[in-house]
């Protein structure tokens, strides 16, 4: 796959570093052979614990990438929060201990089916209290990139109105809709939304009409997903749909979307044009569904770039 950068040369010699707001959790992930149907008692196949949430995961697969990471987030003095702090530090994501706070950790829930690697969660977040004062001038200067969730929202605008005075670039993986997210699309470069955004911000499933009415609020590039479906990407006036890879084995669809906007993240920041952005996105998120549970971060972009010729995508008129 051929790139294009539109960098500087001399801010190609050092790592790009970025900074995340957006909510942590731990992530309690239990396998069983097939969901548990509701009112039953049932035996998991598996345990695994590890951090979890939109913005840390692509973070730490952001650091496998080369990137110099660091997180603004909250969670708690309790032990959930110790073991934030251990998964923060092994995936190389710095943060300020403005971070930890008398508050409980978030915890997710997730159950995991063996046969289709699908899940299903439960979530408990934290609360977002005081976290702009985190943001600071020295914070905003030392980065080249701001990643979002719409959590946090007055840390997240200040964090995105300074980044724009730069002229720096802005990422966000909505999720559902929070409060300010529509300030927030004002200020983004790069946008990636999940199906149900679509329905509850625009009340509406057409994935090709949502990117495209995202673009209206300012974005140079919007990705809509749908799970195992076509994915919809909208930059420059025009759109290109991309199917998702035939896997042989699905293990484990947690945390695809969020190794999917990484890949965004990475490819916009190369300079590379839409169709080999959506097809290194599609390819990143593919792979981490095929990996083991207690390993699914990306090793480097190389497997992503071989992968990604695989990938079908057609442009629509």
Not at 65 to 85: M, N, T, Y
Not at 277 to 284: E, P, V
């Given at each position: 796959m051929s790139t294009r950068s539109t960098r500087p040369q001399a801010c190609q010699k050092t790592s790009p570093r970025i900074?995340?707001?957006?909510?942590?959790?731990?992530?309690?992930?239990?396998?069983?052979p097939r969901h548990p149907e509701v009112d039953t008692k049932n035996e998991a196949?598996?345990?695994?614990?590890?951090?979890?949430?939109?913005?840390?995961?692509?973070l730490?697969?952001?650091?496998?990438?080369?990137?110099?990471?660091?997180?603004?987030?909250?969670?708690?003095?309790?032990?959930?929060?110790?073991?934030?702090?251990?998964?923060l530090a092994a995936d190389g994501i710095r943060f300020p201990n403005g971070c930890r706070h008398g508050e409980t950790t978030g915890l997710s829930h997730v159950w995991v089916e063996e046969s289709t690697g699908l899940r299903t969660s439960a979530t408990v977040r934290p609360q977002p209290t005081d976290l702009e004062s985190l943001v600071t001038p020295s914070v905003i200067n030392e980065v080249d990139a701001l990643h979002l969730d719409g959590w946090a929202y007055e840390a997240a605008a200040?964090?995105?109105?300074?980044?724009?005075?730069?002229?720096?670039?802005v990422c966000i993986d909505t999720g559902s809709p929070k409060p300010g997210i529509d300030q927030l699309l004002c200020?983004?470069?790069?946008?990636?939304?999940?199906?149900?955004?679509?329905?509850?911000?625009?009340g509406s499933s057409d994935?090709?009409?949502?990117?495209?009415?995202?673009?209206?609020?300012?974005?140079r590039l919007v990705t809509a997903t749908d799970g195992p479906r076509d994915v919809v990407l909208h930059a420059n006036g025009q759109t290109w749909t991309g199917k998702s890879l035939p896997l042989e084995k699905i293990i484990d669809t947690n945390g695809a979307g969020d190794i999917f906007s990484a890949a965004l993240i990475h490819a916009t920041w190369n300079g590379?044009?839409?169709?080999?952005?959506?097809?290194?996105?599609?390819?990143?998120?593919?792979?981490?569904?095929?990996?083991?549970?207690?390993?699914?971060?990306?090793?480097?972009?190389?497997?992503?770039?071989?992968?990604?010729?695989?990938?079908?995508?057609?442009?629509?008129?």
């Open positions: 900074l995340g707001i957006g909510v942590v959790v731990i992530d309690h992930v239990l396998t069983f196949n598996g345990s695994h614990l590890h951090g979890g949430g939109p913005v840390p995961v692509a730490a697969q952001l650091n496998r990438l080369g990137w110099q990471p660091q997180l603004i987030s909250r969670w708690g003095e309790d032990p959930f929060g110790h073991l934030v702090e251990q998964w200040r964090a995105a109105r300074a980044m724009k005075a730069q002229d720096k670039l200020f983004a470069d790069v946008v990636n939304c999940p199906r149900v955004f679509c329905e509850q911000f625009f994935l090709i009409s949502a990117t495209r009415r995202i673009a209206e609020f300012g974005p590379w044009l839409p169709e080999q952005t959506l097809r290194f996105a599609i390819a990143a998120a593919g792979l981490k569904c095929s990996r083991p549970i207690d390993n699914r971060l990306l090793s480097n972009d190389q497997e992503v770039l071989q992968l990604a010729q695989l990938v079908e995508t057609r442009q629509l008129g």
